[in-house]
């Protein structure tokens, strides 16, 4: 199985800092990695598919980005409302595989 | 809009079944692949079942497998996951999810609301 290592488990920034989530794959997956946020009660919302394309509805201060088998989510300017457990996971293979969470919560 | 519905969810004793469905809308159904992923309390995302677009392929985690099984009915837009013999380590929301990859290519990612299921006597 493919094992995605995700960094920091949690972080906690002030309003407005920009702040930075990775995601290494154990081997190449090409750009087939997906960012969820998952808020507090909900169920996951993707914000990023193909690594670096940001879906509808996910405000522009998001950003994905990749370097080789290292994934990194940049949100540009922290807001309350991005409180949230962040996860990466992978679909270049079966089983999918899930980064182990990052919490944010705001300083 | 694209649209992920679970149903079934409840609560179960240890040993029994449980069928969980999930109705989607909104995109070409028969075109895509479908997963289920669950999600213990308080724990983080596990990964469960896939079912290929055609229903030819399907594959299991091993915390699952010979306990359930994934199917699809194109004409109802609806996957399911039926689980056996279930465990208080089953206990989890179950996802549904649509996959993103289609053939070489990549599609946005959907998933539902997610149906609760608890095993306990």
């Known amino acids: 199985d493919i094992q995605m290592t995700q960094s920091p488990s949690s972080l906690s920034a002030v309003v407005g800092d920009r702040i930075t989530i990775t995601c290494r794959a154990s081997?190449?997956?090409?750009?087939?990695l997906v960012w969820l946020q998952q808020k507090p009660g909900k169920a996951p919302e993707p914000l990023i598919h193909?690594?670096?394309t940001l879906q509808s509805g996910t405000p522009s201060r998001f950003r994905g980005s990749r370097a080789g088998t290292d994934f990194t989510l940049t949100i540009s300017s922290l807001q309350p409302e991005d409180v949230a457990t962040y996860y990466c996971?992978?679909?270049?293979?079966?089983?999918?595989?899930f980064g182990q969470g990052t919490k944010v919560d705001i300083k | 809009q694209v649209q992920l519905v679970e149903s079934g969810g409840g609560v179960v004793q240890p040993g029994q079944s449980l069928r969980l469905s999930c109705e989607a809308s909104?995109?070409?159904?028969?075109?895509?692949?479908m997963h289920w992923v669950r999600q213990a309390p308080g724990k983080g995302l596990e990964w469960v079942a896939v079912?290929?677009?055609?229903?030819?392929?399907?594959k299991y985690a091993d915390s699952v497998k010979g306990r359930a099984t994934i199917s699809r009915d194109d004409s109802k837009n609806t996957v399911s996951l039926l689980m056996d013999s279930l465990t208080s380590g089953d206990t989890a929301v179950y996802y549904c999810?649509?996959?993103?990859?289609?053939?070489?290519?990549?599609?946005?990612?959907?998933w539902g609301q997610g149906a609760v299921v608890t095993v306990s006597s």
């Open positions: 999810a649509r996959d993103p990859r289609q053939g070489s290519g990549s599609n946005p990612a959907y």
């Open positions: 909104g995109f070409f159904f028969d075109r895509f692949s």
């Open positions: 079912i290929s677009y055609n229903g030819a392929d399907v």
């Open positions: 081997q190449g997956i090409n750009n087939y």
């Open positions: 193909a690594a670096t």
């Open positions: 996971y992978q679909y270049r293979a079966y089983p999918w595989t």
